[in-house]
Structure formats: C-alpha cells, structure tokens
C-alpha cells in the first residue's frame, strides 16, 4: 500500500470534533510532557481522548513521538492522518512527518530548525525557546537569583497554548491548570507560566490570521462527569488488585515495567507486596510460591522474559498452580524492537512448553478491558488451577484513554475450590483426585491433615511420583479436561461481537460479506474501520476473541456461518492467529498481517475490508 | 517458627516420617541427613501442617516426598525463589529448602546471592556430594578434582562429561556463603548426624537465611569424596571460634587442610525481607478501590 492511499480517505466530512494532534522530538526534551498536558486540558474539555506513543530505544535521546486524538464519542483508534504535526527537532520531522493529512499544519520549533516549505502545507514557525525565554526574562525582577537559576524556561506551556490555539480551544481550563501546578511555586512563576501561554497562543493567533488556515475545531463540553484517564498498563494493574492479586515479583522489561512501579506504589496499602526479583525466572518461581502458599499472585513481562519463565509456566500447569503472567509483548524476536508493538507472542502463549501442559491464554481488547481481563485472568487461574497468561501489547499498554469509571458492582471475585476438613479428617486428602470437571480440590498450607507435595515430577492423585503408562496417561487427560471444561463454561463469555461501532451479540448479526475475527488490541481499530465500510454500504461485522487457549470454537463457527468472507488481521509476521484458527477448524479465510512494530491505522483495515467486500 | 502450641502436641522424629520410602542407593549420605532433617525438626516441634519443605531437581532433590509436611518440588535450580515466594506469602509457614551442590551451586548459584540480600527466615539444606548422581556421574560444581595438566604426576579424575580431566576449578560454597553475607553458614556432615541435626535446629531457628551444607557422599558415582575421605578430612569447628567475626570466619572457611564441621559464620540482627514487607503493608494508610480510582478522575 502506498502512503498514499494508506492515509486517503480519513479527512470524511466532521461535524463533531475529531481531531489528530502528533508531537514528535528528541526524548527527554518536554514531548511527553507536553502531549499529557494536552492530553488533560482535552479531557477536561469532555473530549474522549486516545494516544499512541513510541519512544526511541536508547536511554536519553532518540525521538519519541506522541499522538493524541480527540473526539466527542469515544475515540477507537489514533487515527489515520494528523491534522496537527509539531516537531520539536528536526529528527522528529523527518521521521514521523510522513503522516500528517493534505492541507495539515506543521508546527516547528524555529529555533531548532526550518523544514523545507512543502505546497498544501500549512507551516507556522514557533520559536519556543525564545518565548519561553522572554518569559523567563519578563520574571527577573521578582524571583531570588536562586530560583531565577533553577527556573526552567516555560516551553511545555509555550506549546499548550498554541497548540490550544490552533485548535480554537479556550485557553481558561489551562490557566486554572497553571494556576493549580505552580500555586506553591509563588504568584510570579503563575503568572510567569500564564504569560507563556497566552504567548504561545498569541504567536500562532499572528499566523492564522494571514493565512487563514486553522485546525479541526475543538468543542469543548463542560458539563461532563469526571472521567478516568488512563493506560492499559494501569488498568491492568489495578484489575489485578480489584481480583486480589496480594503478591507481585517481576523484572524490569520495556513496555511491562510500569505494571511493577505500579502496584510497587500500591499493593502495600492493599495489604500487599512487590519485590523486584534478580530475573524473571525467579519472579515468576516466587509467584507460584506464593501461589502454592493460598495468596494470589501475578508477574508480567514482556517476550525476553517470557522466554525465560517457560520453564516455570510448564511447572505451573503440571503442578496444577493458579497464577498470572501477563506478556506486554514488544516487536521483534531476541531483544527486537522494546519500544515497539507487536501481537507477536502468541505462539510463545500457546505452544510455549516441552511436552504439554494445559495454560489457558487470554487478551485484553482496549484500555477499559485491560482491567476486567486481568480480574478474569486471575478467576480462571483460580478456578482451573493453572497459568493464565495475558497478551497485552506495547500500543495498548502505553495507550492513554479516557474511560468511564467501572463499575465495581460487576467486580465477581473465584476462589480456587479447597477440600472440606471435615471430609479431609474423615476420608484422608488427594490433592489431584481425578474427577469430572479435572478440577481437585486444592490444600493451602497450615490445614491439618492435607500435606501433599506439589510437583513438576509425572505423580498420582496423592502427588506421589509415578511413571506408569496408564498413570502418564490418566493424569495427562485429567489436567487437560480442565481446559475443555474452561471451554464449554465460559467460551461464550470471552467473545465480543460488533457491526461497526456498535457492540451486539450474535444473534442480532444478519448474514454479511466480510466478517472479521481478530484478538486483543485491534478492537477498536477495527471498529472504526468496519463503520467507514458500513458508512459506505458495506456489509461487515466483527467477532473479537478474548479467550485464545481454550479457543471458543463453537461460537467462531456460528459467527463463520454468517459470513461471506472471513477476514484475521493481527500483528504479527506470519499470522499466528490465523494459524491457531487453521488448527482449531475447518473454514476458509482472507489474512492481513504486519510486524513493523506500530498498530494498525484505520484506513489499513478499510482498504482491506471494502477490497474483500467488492469482490 | 510456627511451633505447635495449640495443642501443645509434641512431635517425635518418626513423626515427619512419609510412607514413601526413599529412593537413594543403599549408603547413600542423604539417610544420614534426612534422619538428622527428622530430628531437627522434632527438636523444634515444628508443625508439619504449617512446614513446607522445598526442593529443586536432583537425587536429594526428592527429600520432600519423604517428610510428612507440606512439600514443593520444583524445576532445576529454583528452590531458593520458591521457597522464597512461600515465606513472604505467609511468614507464619516454616519454610526449609533442601538439595543438592548441582541445584544450589551450579544451575541454581544466581539466586544465591540474592537470597542473601532478602535474607528470608528460611533454611537450606544442601547436601553436597561433590557429584552428579541423578545423571549418573558428571563433574560438580564442588567437584574436587586435580587439574590435567598444572598436576600431571597425579591422574585425573575422569568423570563422565570430563574424560580427560576437568579444567574448571570447585566453588568453595562456605567462604562464597560469607562473602554473600549469608547470615548463618554451618558445615554439617552425614556421617555425623547429631551434630548435623544441631545445626539444622539451630539454622531453623535462626531469624533469617541459613545455609547448611552438608557432605553427603556418593558411593555410587564418587569414588574419591567417601565418607573416609570426609571422616578423615573434618574436625569440629575449635570453641574459640567467634561465629560473628566475618574476618575469622573466613579465616577458618579459607584454612587449605581439611575441613571445620560446625556454625562458622553468624550475623545477628541482619533485617529480613518478610519483616520489611510487613512494615510497609503496615505503614502504608489503607486504600480501597475507589479511592485508588478517583485519584485519576479528572
């Protein structure tokens, strides 16, 4: 696909606010700073906002980019084309310039450097070192040399205010802001910073007027409740303290890191802990420790990690032990792309393990299902007594959305079940009795009378080491009952259905030519991908799958059964998911995928959908 | 230490006795340990429905099937983060780790380290034969062995992965135990089960992270290190020996004829992890879900 056509077609008709911010600089150098500050002032204008970030790989430097989009209902995707590039640095400009719409407005730091003029280009030269330190300069007089040394010149404000200017926005939500940020700093550095972002507003106010070119209004709404803004890592650690995740050992791994710093913060005031273990093997040995010992527990890491917990995942399904591991997978195998996304660990998720032992793989769709996925993971690990690991990825866990608060009174909490005393005392204890669901009661350490030892060794129903055939065979078939028994209980609650925005349910889905089964992150994407198509008279619905081992295959089969064409976007190189459906059934489909480290934009999967739909 | 107090049960050595009956070769070192495990833990009344005991891969690896308590058999080499985990889930647990100089020393040498920095109230127990007897006779890390060429009068010891001699010095697991500040280093000996299970009650007992190691020869695939070889090679740490002198304990630990049996290196007062997570989970203001969430309202 050319650039070309991959970022037509996105500047339809707007009649509500949609707009598309990019800032793009050298790391370190105010860029995320300044789009978490535009970030806040869009939502407490009641947008619903969406960001996309990569960062540059090395330590300090490199160039990060920030996408921030805003609209009025909630927000799918970044977006297709930006309508407003700022570039800090000349790096910056060249590197993510690219996706900026026909007739966009680039902003750029003049006193950094100067694009070469481009025709349909709107350009406007912000020199914001020197406003900000006009600024600076304006405060001299009433600050002490001492803070007059350590006083960094207002830049991130400079930039809000043209930035809030650009878009039409007021500027008061931002003074009030201001106001409240430096409030102990002292009346001359509030006035200092207010100054600077009426001189940022104010100098790009000077370019609009000659040139007439402004961007995409933005139309405040302050009449809206307060909202939760935050990013899949977050949710994904406060589901797992509303699940009751009481202990967390893990290793610091780009993008999974932030999961720890977390829940380092606040598990204590749960009555819990976090230690920061010497590798990720032993994160995860001390996870089923803790397990085994009755205290629910998660790690999370990205692919490098994973690799190195295999061992350990394997021990947990043959020892029968509930725990968490979610994977923020990264891009690119060995150390990869870090900074990067990718949905390319699904096969580590699945097929991860010598032998076989059961784990079961589930996959959070956006910011808000990061949350109710994590409490799932850490309910069916509990209720199958195994390893859940939890696909995250880079884009989701770094993605900030506004959200609305969940509601808690849905918030179910599943015990593993635990044998009766009574029964216990009466009858004696086998930890892996054999039954109909595979499930077995399971001890905790200090009840009397229902020692046992868990083991990763091939053992009977009492856990005692064994060998024979028909014992290798009969334990084998009883810890993967659980997984079917997973399946059939609760495969129709782990997919969701959509036809283009709107979510529905299966039955409410009429015969249609493209259907589209994809898993994680790519939810909303394909939403608003699907909802151009439709806008157009395309017919195309979407199943997106949570729950990826055991897979629900009979629900894919219905939903199959109801379509012309199937189409199984992901991102990954060789179509993992496609591969894992190929094994599971027997139904024809179209793929789309990629591995190129971002998500997918909108206009990717509308090509692709209205392509298969002509046909 | 959660003792037995409720009823005020006490508990014999027979008493953490399993059906399962050991798998070991006959004169296998480990017996003599397990007694000794028997008895420490009978010395300490310990409850075996609130101990668990630990282990990794290896012939003694396999002890947890043979006591009567809670028991975690794990992967190769990961005893220590297990354990670990079970300790800081539930403080109230008596948690003993038990396995081999392989397990401890080789595949499983990076936790060490580390454990010692946390310094959890469990013990470890390692039994050291200086051989790997589950694959049936390869080159240790405690191996002690001639090099091939630096001592070409004497003949090699031609272990299996190594049948031409091995290049690669032994680990002295004690003076590396003092270096890792280990806060309670003891020698044991099989072949001298009382005074083994004295310092397996007194390394239970002790408040933190105590490492036992423990020779526990091989007849199977250890023709040199035999229990003459030790009973030849060992005396009794002297009595003078101030345990809480790190310097005289590596002096002791670094003496090159034969080897001291019994507590060498101690340190009182060193913080544990549990007790620090607990102070943080006690000092922290308690928070309930909606707080937690309303701090990111805006």
């Given amino acids: 696909m050319t650039q070309e056509t991959k970022y037509a077609a996105a500047d339809s008709a707007r009649t509500s606010t949609d707009v598309v911010l990019r800032l793009a600089g050298e790391s370190g150098e105010g860029v995320v700073s300044l789009g978490d500050l535009t970030v806040q002032m869009l939502v407490q204008m009641g947008l619903d906002i969406y960001t996309f970030q990569t960062f540059p790989a090395e330590i300090k430097g490199g160039t990060v980019m920030y996408q921030i989009r805003a ?4 927000t799918l995707s970044h977006g297709d084309a930006v309508d407003v590039f700022v570039a800090l640095n000349h790096d910056g400009f060249s590197l993510f310039g690219e996706g900026l719409r026909e007739n966009g407005i680039l902003v750029y730091d003049s006193d950094v450097f100067t694009p070469v003029p481009e025709a349909g280009r709107t350009e406007y030269a912000l020199p914001i070192s020197t406003l900000a330190g006009q600024e600076k300069q304006a405060v001299r007089a009433r600050v002490t040399p001492e803070q007059l040394k350590r006083l960094p010149p207002p830049k991130n404000i400079v930039g809000l205010g043209a930035l809030l200017r650009l878009v039409n926005a007021p500027l008061e939500p931002a003074e009030q802001y201001v106001k409240e940020l430096f409030a102990r700093k002292g009346e001359a550095i509030v006035e200092m910073n207010i100054s600077a972002l009426h001189s940022g507003a104010r100098h790009i106010a000077e370019q609009i007027e000659s040139t007439g070119k402004r961007a995409p209004k933005v139309n405040p709404r302050f009449d809206m409740p307060k909202r939760l803004t935050l990013n899949g890592n977050q949710m994904l650690a406060m589901g797992a303290i509303s699940a009751g995740c009481r202990f967390y050992s893990g290793y610091p791994i780009t993008p999974a890191t932030e999961i720890m710093e977390f829940l ?5 005031r749960f009555g819990g802990s976090v230690v920061q273990a010497e590798d990720e093997i032993s994160a995860l040995g001390m996870c089923l420790g803790s397990s085994y010992a009755g205290v629910k527990t998660m790690t999370a890491s990205s692919g490098p990690g994973i690799s190195l917990m295999v061992e350990m995942i394997n021990l947990a399904g043959q020892s029968e032990l509930p725990v968490v591991i979610a994977d923020v997978q990264r891009g690119g195998a060995s150390t990869g792309m870090p900074t990067k996304t990718s949905q390319g660990d699904l096969n580590l998720a699945l097929y991860g393990v010598h032998n076989e032992s059961p784990r079961i793989v589930i996959a959070p769709t956006s910011v808000t299902d990061c949350y109710w996925t994590a409490v799932d993971a850490f309910n069916l690990a509990e209720a199958y007594q195994c390893p859940v690991i939890l696909l995250s990825d880079q884009a989701l866990a770094t993605r900030k959305s506004t959200i609305e608060h969940p509601d808690l009174s849905k918030l ?17 204890y086998m930890r892996f009795l054999d039954t109909p669901s595979g499930i077995s009661p399971m001890s905790i350490p200090g009840m009397p009378g229902a020692q046992y030892v868990n083991s990763g060794i091939e053992h009977d129903e009492s856990g005692d080491p064994g060998y024979t055939p028909e014992l290798a065979t009969a334990s084998k078939e009883k810890r993967f009952r659980k997984l079917e028994t997973c399946r059939i209980k609760e495969g129709a609650k782990y997919v969701r259905y959509f036809v283009g925005r709107d979510e529905t349910v299966l039955q409410d889905i009429a015969a249609t030519d493209v259907g589209i089964i994809a898993f994680g992150s790519t939810e909303g994407v394909i939403r608003e991908a699907s909802q151009r198509a439709i806008n157009e008279g395309f017919s195309v619905a979407q199943m997106q799958v949570r729950l990826l081992n055991p897979l629900p295959v009979e629900q894919i089969e219905q939903f199959v059964s109801k379509c012309k064409t199937i189409l199984i976007p992901e991102l990954n190189f060789s179509g993992q998911f496609a591969n894992w459906i190929r094994v599971n059934t027997r139904f024809e489909f179209e ?16 090509q692709k959908i209205t392509a298969l739909a002509g046909r | 230490m959660a003792l037995a ?8 050595p027979k008493d953490y006795k399993s059906d399962l009956k050991p798998i070991w070769c006959a004169g296998c070192g480990d017996f003599g340990v397990l007694n000794a495990l028997y008895k420490a833990m009978a010395a300490c009344n310990l409850d075996p429905n609130k101990t668990v005991v630990v282990s990794g891969i290896g012939c003694s690896s396999r002890l947890p099937g043979f006591v009567s308590t809670y028991g975690f058999h794990g992967v190769h080499g990961r005893a220590l983060p297990i354990a670990t985990g079970i300790k800081l889930a539930r403080p109230d647990l008596n948690v003993i780790v038990v396995g081999g100089d392989g397990d401890g020393y080789s595949i499983g040498a990076g936790h060490l380290p580390h454990c010692a920095r946390r310094n959890p109230d469990i013990t470890y127990l390692i039994m050291n034969n200086n051989v790997y007897g589950l694959t049936k006779g390869q080159v240790s890390p405690t191996s002690t062995i001639p090099l091939i060429s630096l001592q070409s009068k004497q003949d090699p010891k031609r272990w299996k992965t190594t049948p031409y001699g091995s290049t690669e010095d032994p680990i002295d697991p004690i003076v590396q135990a003092i270096a890792h500040d280990i806060s309670f280093v003891a020698r044991g000996f099989s072949y001298k089960p009382n005074q083994l299970a004295d310092l397996l009650t007194q390394g239970i007992q002790h408040k933190g992270f ?12 250890n023709q040199d290190q035999t229990d003459e070889f030790y009973k030849e090679r060992t005396y009794d740490v002297p009595e003078d020996h101030d345990p809480t002198n790190k310097l005289k304990a590596f002096e002791l630990a670094l003496r090159e004829e034969g080897f001291p049996i019994g507590l060498i290196y101690k340190k009182e007062g060193k913080v544990s992890v549990q007790d620090e ?4 989970r006690e000092s922290a203001s308690p928070q309930t879900l909606d707080q937690m969430f309303s701090r990111f309202l805006s």
Avoid: M, W
């Fill in chain 1, 591 to 606: 793929t789309l995928h990629k591995d190129e480290g971002l998500p997918f934009i909108p206009n990717e999967l509308y």
């Fill in chain 1, 412 to 428: 179910e909490i599943v015990d593993r079940i635990q044998p009766n005393e009574e029964e216990v005392a009466k009858h004696g």
């Fill in chain 2, 277 to 280: 997570l607990a102070f943080l």
């Fill in chain 1, 71 to 74: 609209t009025e209902s909630t």
């Fill in chain 1, 264 to 268: 380092a913060k606040e598990l204590p």
């Fill in chain 2, 5 to 12: 107090t409720e009823n005020v049960q006490v508990f014999q």
């Fill in chain 2, 210 to 221: 105590a490492l036992i190691d423990a020779f526990s020869p091989c007849p199977t695939f």
